[in-house]
């Protein structure tokens, strides 16, 4: 099965700043590569994803690239503000194959003011 | 996108009990799912929440613990029978939209256990 990979654990960033959280997965099936942000008592939600037929995507503060033959997509968020801080969760899995999303093991961001 | 509600939202439960987890989704919905997140920890998938039929368990996880129903395409409940403390966790349901590959996931619901 599909192991996913997620460092750091934890990243504090001076507001202003860029951060970047790096995943690497070893399914090579894998192409759809979602990000979810989750806050202090709720649940995760989809900031931004990407499917293997790309190679960068962006959303304003927020770009994710992926690497297939390496293997590895990372998250990139310029311009740190403060409400920024949370958990981030990267996973992988087989789109529409009925496959289920795998998860890496978080990166706890704190923005320093 | 897709608003998920679950119902409750956190509860207090004494051991040997049981507590049922409501999943309401606004939208079609292909797939729901359970999943588990114990504190400080990444998400665990539970089950594969299928309509009119018994859901799919993950490895470590049984139909007797967790109880799981999906009468419809928008709704599924998740019980957690006989609790014990090691079940205290925030419990989440997520759904994948009709005709898309993305899940969105609902607020969660913490369980603790006495």
């Known amino acids: 099965g599909e192991n996913v990979e997620q460092h750091p654990s934890t990243l504090s960033v001076q507001e202003g700043d860029s951060a970047v959280i790096k995943c690497t997965y070893s399914?090579?099936?894998?192409?759809?590569f979602p990000w979810y942000k989750q806050e202090l008592g709720k649940g995760p939600q989809l900031i931004i994803d990407i499917r293997s037929n790309v190679g960068e995507k962006k959303d304003q503060r927020i770009a994710v690239t992926l690497n297939k033959t390496a293997k590895h997509f990372s998250l990139h968020i310029t311009e740190t503000q403060p409400e920024d801080s949370a958990v981030y969760f990267c996973?992988?899995?087989?789109?529409?194959?009925?496959?289920?999303?795998?998860f890496g093991t978080g990166t706890r961001l704190t923005i320093i003011p | 996108s897709a608003v998920i509600s679950q119902k409750p939202s956190r509860d207090i439960c004494q051991r040997g009990t049981s507590l049922t987890i409501q999943c309401q989704v606004d939208s079609q919905v292909t797939m729901m799912f359970w999943y588990r997140q114990q504190p400080g920890q990444s998400l665990t998938l539970i089950a594969t929440a299928n309509q009119g039929s018994e859901a799919t368990y993950e490895s470590g996880f049984v139909i007797d613990k967790f109880p799981i129903s999906r009468p419809n395409l928008t709704f599924s409940t998740l019980t957690v029978s006989n609790m014990s403390p090691e079940d205290s966790s925030i419990y989440l349901c997520?759904?994948?939209?009709?005709?898309?590959?993305?899940?969105?996931f609902g607020p969660g619901t913490r369980l603790t256990v006495l």
């Open positions: 997520s759904a994948e939209l009709a005709g898309a590959d993305t899940q969105y």
């Open positions: 996973a992988a899995t087989r789109a529409f194959g009925n496959e289920k999303l795998t």
């Open positions: 399914d090579s099936a894998s192409n759809y």
